[in-house]
């Protein structure tokens, strides 16, 4: 069911899925892939630490399930067109391709969209995946968008601006995950949700600010973020607070005297969510 020509793998027509972890890790370098007709699924992990030179997929594939094509830390990738049919995307579909420059949607897809080889939603609420090869040094988001998805901008190691638009309420979790030369953030002022490790080991500095309207702050949010120095909340917001640059999950008017009082059940009410990884 498999036929490979030269550097060229093509499976059968009777195919009609690729399971979970099918093709993981065969050692399939600078391979051009040609997914037949037939398929409608393709698994999570199926083709993943592989690195393709090209990827041709069929007009009625509807799934492409996590870290399907996941990279192998090169650059053999160059760009992606998603196909008519596709309804179903995983996270981090194309992660650790990091020659990818261009994520390309066929024309008739009633689900997704692309902007100058960013890729959205049909109608550009939610941006989806912006790829790890993109040569900008610097992005605007589109203020159609209110969500920033799961591990958008992961590992985008050439981005060293992206203007987020006030229009944004929740950045997925390890949406900005180890953008290496990105050094400055600002968080819009009406968002709610900050995901899990969504700024993790970024090379932002100085201070940031988190807005009233925050309700949800994820684990390791700001992970080894060495240059910041001081995370502050707005004084209105009524499920954070900072002090001196440390962020808390609990509200209270005098932090240091209740910190201070020997009461078990104040104490518990107390969880320390940040402590910037450059303060000093």
């Known amino acids: 069911?498999?036929?490979?020509?030269?550097?060229?793998?093509?499976?059968?027509?009777?195919?009609?899925?690729?399971?979970?972890?099918?093709?993981?890790?065969?050692?399939?370098?600078?391979?051009?892939?040609v997914i037949p007709d037939g398929v409608k699924t393709i698994g999570a992990y199926a083709f993943a630490s592989n690195n393709f030179k090209t990827i041709e997929f069929n007009q009625g594939l509807e799934t492409i399930g996590e870290y399907a094509f996941q990279g192998?830390?090169?650059?053999?990738?160059?760009?992606?067109?998603?196909?008519?049919?596709?309804?179903?995307?995983?996270?981090?579909v194309f992660s650790q391709n990091y020659g990818l420059s261009s994520i390309n949607v066929t024309q008739g897809n009633q689900n997704f969209c692309s902007e100058n080889g960013v890729l959205f939603n049909l109608d550009k609420t939610e941006l989806l995946l912006y790829p790890a090869g993109k040569i900008d040094v610097s992005y605007e988001i589109p203020d159609t968008v209110t969500l920033?998805?799961?591990g958008a901008f992961y590992e985008s190691r050439l981005v060293e601006t992206v203007k987020i638009p006030e229009t944004v309420t929740k950045i997925g979790a390890y949406a900005f995950y180890s953008c290496e030369k990105m050094a400055t953030v600002n968080i819009p002022?009406?968002?709610?949700?900050?995901?899990?490790?969504?700024?993790?080991?970024?090379?932002?500095?100085?201070?940031?600010?988190?807005?009233?309207?925050?309700?949800?702050?994820?684990?390791?949010?700001?992970?080894?973020?060495?240059?910041?120095?001081?995370?502050?909340?707005?004084?209105?917001?009524?499920?954070?607070?900072?002090?001196?640059?440390?962020?808390?999950?609990?509200?209270?008017?005098?932090?240091?005297?209740?910190?201070?009082?020997?009461?078990?059940?104040?104490?518990?009410?107390?969880?320390?969510?940040?402590?910037?990884?450059?303060?000093?």
Request: charged share 20%.
């Open 1 to 33: 069911n498999i036929f490979a020509t030269d550097l060229t793998i093509t499976l059968a027509d009777s195919i009609v899925e690729i399971g979970d972890y099918a093709f993981y890790n065969v050692l399939m370098d600078e391979y051009e892939l």
């Open 189 to 280: 002022e009406m968002l709610e949700e900050l995901g899990d490790g969504a700024f993790a080991f970024d090379v932002m500095e100085g201070s940031l600010w988190l807005p009233s309207t925050l309700t949800t702050l994820g684990n390791g949010v700001f992970a080894a973020c060495n240059g910041l120095s001081a995370v502050y909340v707005d004084g209105d917001n009524k499920n954070f607070c900072s002090v001196d640059g440390v962020v808390f999950d609990w509200f209270y008017t005098d932090p240091i005297e209740v910190v201070s009082e020997d009461s078990e059940s104040i104490m518990e009410q107390i969880e320390l969510i940040v402590y910037p990884s450059g303060k000093r």
């Open 72 to 92: 192998k830390y090169t650059k053999t990738l160059k760009t992606i067109t998603l196909p008519e049919n596709l309804s179903k995307l995983g996270d981090f």
């Open 148 to 150: 920033v998805h799961t």
